[in-house]
């Protein structure tokens, strides 16, 4: 296998919203970069979501660096759109994006980066890793699930609702996945319900037409405590009594959950109606499976057709990268958005964010962008 040598001043690995938002920053800034993705396309991750995924964030708050969303677009653009939109920014800046090459190992070697793919070998001054958050999905091991004689499958591979017409459907996980898989199982015919195992929080899309992130920027400059006492009147006015209906409320609020647990709260674009209106059961967690039924860890049983298994993803950087140092046991970073311990070493887009995943992005391909930039000075 043939390994040319391409010397390069930043290798940045993965071509999504993060990968092309550095891109473009360190592009601007004069700074000499490649991408490196391990498909053919833009976008990956985002094509293989579920087609009736739309962003939960409002588009003027989830634009990349220097390009803002088409004005015909929503203001909540679809899955397609933002696809579009990621294609259109990498010709926009035209990046230089080397497509099919799988990173197998970067190390730094005699103070610069080496980046080994299945038949390259690039040496770089800065790694921008950008793989995303959603690279290998998890999938938790239950006593039993071999025996399941229905058809259990990730979210990662779930496309819409059509296959399942007229089943009985668990979906395991209430976050925004699996709060719009279910919605989009009950509009194609099924019958869904939704375990979950841990007490969670639920804020709306919007308030007073306001986007939820909106508000969330605004309040963002307090400490989480201070925002979660000034909304929760709101929230229980508008949302109500979760507990009603199956569901276990968290003891603190959204954004103390954000800052503490790294976990985003359900974005109710449906959910809870279907809830209330009876249209979607509310378990606990998953106990056990047998052949045709499922026991929950409040005893209950009840029996099922197909499970999705909307359970969430590692980042596993660890699957290539080989300072330590810079990730915990699940392969996610420990820093983003800036020089990790490992100098030349940056992440782009691992900080759940409460105020929208991919505005987060932005600022951070900028802040790195400033970092490499005033470095090579």
Known sequence: MSTPKLDNNTIIIGAGPAGLAAGACLKQAGVQVTILEQSSQVGSVWRRHYDRLHLHTDKRNSELPFAPFPKEYPRYPSRDQLVGYLEAYAQRF????????QVNSARKENGRWEIKTQDTLYHASNLVIATGYAREPFTPEWQGRELFKGKIIHSSEYKNGAPFKGQRVLVVGFGNSGGEIAIDLFEHGARPSIAVRNAVNVIPKELAGIPILSIGIVQNIMPAWMADAMNAPILRAVIGDITKYGLRKLPYGPATQIKNEKHIPLIDIGTMKLIREGHVTVYSGVE????NKIKFTD????????????TGYHPRV?????????YDENGTPVSTGREASTPGLYFCGYYVSPTGMLREIAMEAKQISNAIKKKAE
């Not at 056990?288 to 052949?291: L, S, T, V, Y």
């Not at 005893?299 to 909307?310: H, P, R, T, W």
């Open 94 to 101: 035209d990046l230089d994006i080397r497509f099919n090459q």
């Open 288 to 291: 056990n499976f047998a052949e």
């Open 299 to 310: 005893g209950k049983e009840a029996e099922f057709d197909a499970v999705i298994l909307a």
């Open 318 to 326: 660890n699957t290539f990268l080989h300072e330590k140092s810079a």
